[in-house]
């Protein structure tokens, strides 16, 4: 079955740049998309479509594609963006198992 | 405004059957596949089912092909998700989520399968 595989962990210090991974083989024909789940809420997309921001989210997010990693950047970091990170690829109905963001 | 609320969860006994609800608000329904997203405690996210906008479609997980109906009703704005027996494994927070991009999700209801 078709896998998306994310880090466990990332940390971070506040203001410093935040990259987190996601590598499947699907990815260079398929649209990465990036949510952020922070405890005890709803997750919420950040990223869609590899790159693209859905309105309200901070410029401080971004996200680019490349062969088959797909990569969530959040730029400054900041201690509000501590959370859980899952990434899927269109038409695939999998997600990566996740990534514990700490920014400390 | 995007409003996705769902109901219907709750303790229910290894076997047994559940059907989760997902009322829909601020869009037009019947123009957008919907689907079911289920969080076990502690774990990360799995999707469950998708059905298409006008339910001519629908997919399940392996994990709950069989045991789990996805369903709509267009007229009522609304989302269904008729579990049938339901195992232990089954326990989660269960998610209504928008379109193939997931770009809006409920707050999600608990199901909880103990004996």
């Known amino acids: 079955s078709y896998e998306l595989t994310q880090p466990p962990s990332v940390s971070v210090s506040p203001g410093q740049t935040a990259r987190i991974t996601c590598s499947g083989d699907?990815?260079?024909?398929?649209?990465a998309y990036w949510y952020q789940q922070k405890s005890g809420q709803a997750p919420v997309l950040v990223i869609y479509?590899?790159?693209k921001r859905p309105s309200g989210i901070p410029e401080r997010f971004s996200g680019s594609s490349s062969g088959t990693m797909a990569t969530l950047t959040i730029s400054g970091a900041q201690v509000e963006d501590e959370g859980d990170y899952y990434c899927?690829?269109?038409?695939?109905?999998?997600f990566g198992g996740g990534t514990k963001l700490t920014v400390l | 405004e995007v409003h996705l609320v769902e109901s219907g969860g709750g303790l229910v006994q290894p076997g047994g059957s559940l059907r989760l609800s997902c009322a829909a608000s601020?869009?037009?329904?019947?123009?957008?596949?919907m689907n079911w997203v289920r969080q076990a405690p502690g774990k990360g996210l799995e999707w469950v089912a998708y059905?298409?906008?006008?339910?001519?479609?629908?997919y399940y997980a392996d994990s709950v092909k069989g045991r789990f109906i996805i369903s709509r009703d267009n007229a009522k704005n609304s989302l269904y998700l008729q579990m049938n027996s339901l195992r232990v494994e089954d326990m989660a927070v269960y998610y209504c989520?928008?379109?193939?991009?997931?770009?809006?999700w409920g707050q999600g209801t608990l199901v909880t399968v103990s004996s």
């Open positions: 989520a928008r379109t193939s991009a997931l770009d809006y």
């Open positions: 059905i298409k906008d006008d339910g001519s479609e629908k």
């Open positions: 899927h690829s269109s038409g695939n109905w999998v």
């Open positions: 601020g869009f037009t329904f019947s123009s957008y596949w």
């Open positions: 479509e590899d790159s």
């Open positions: 699907a990815l260079p024909k398929k649209y």
